[in-house]
């Protein structure tokens, strides 16, 4: 039995850290922070993480098959270019709605970029704890981020059986991914947003993103954006 092994690898203090996605040819992890208006990127090979300023909250991030990278930013999809640090609207939704905006997004196996807010569910074309993001494994096992549950567990989605618990040293996990030179590591995402002084002091590493090794299972690759 393998060894699970928990390390933080970016202590940004994210407001609300979501989305993390693993970029293989640049070694590299997404991941967003909604109300800090952040796209960020943590390098596996320099240990550092480099940040995007953007004008709305923004949501989710994806790989795109084109290169760089596709955002949900407020009510838009928008493509972004990481070198250039360019931001440009390929859609936008609700416009009529501008306190309204994107919950969360990801990419399916078709290349469709899927995104949604609380009441309406879009498409790009070519849930003690709240569920929050997951992802899968590849023996078709899901992996959920509890929020406010300080773990991410995995789950038999045909039995609903939980399998294994992975506890965290933060109370706001938000989402998870696998990644690395062969997915067998785990990223979490987390926030800390709603944290008073006292329950920061007492998690310093809230808003951090975590490393998760020794599973002894593997992720499959995230889909890229078609378009």
Request: hydrophobic residues 35%; charged residues 25%.
């Amino acid at each position: 039995m393998s060894s699970v092994k928990i390390e933080c690898v970016a202590n940004e203090g994210y407001r609300i850290g979501e989305s993390p996605v693993w970029d293989e040819k640049e070694s590299a992890l997404l991941c967003v922070d909604i109300t800090g208006r952040k796209v960020c990127r943590w390098s596996s090979v320099t240990q550092r993480v480099q940040a995007i300023s953007v004008d709305a909250p923004v949501s989710s991030v994806a790989l795109r098959k084109s290169g760089d990278y596709v955002i949900t930013l407020g009510t838009r999809f928008a493509a972004l270019k990481w070198k250039e640090q360019l931001v440009t609207t390929i859609t936008h939704v609700d416009k009529n709605k501008p306190n309204n905006r994107f919950n969360d997004g990801k990419v399916d196996p078709a290349g469709r970029y899927f995104a949604g807010n609380r009441r309406s569910i879009y498409r790009l074309e070519k849930e003690e704890s709240i569920p929050d993001g997951m992802c899968i494994d590849t023996e078709g096992k899901l992996w959920v981020a509890c929020y406010d549950g300080g773990r991410v567990i995995r789950l038999d989605p045909e039995t609903g059986k939980r399998l294994q618990t992975v506890k965290l040293p933060v109370d706001k996990t938000t989402s998870c991914c696998f990644g690395g030179k062969d997915y067998s590591e785990m990223y979490v995402t987390s926030a800390s947003d709603g944290m008073d002084k006292e329950w920061l002091a007492r998690q310093p590493q809230a808003g951090g993103v975590f490393k998760i090794t020794g599973l002894g299972v593997k992720g499959v690759p995230p889909n890229p954006f078609a378009g």
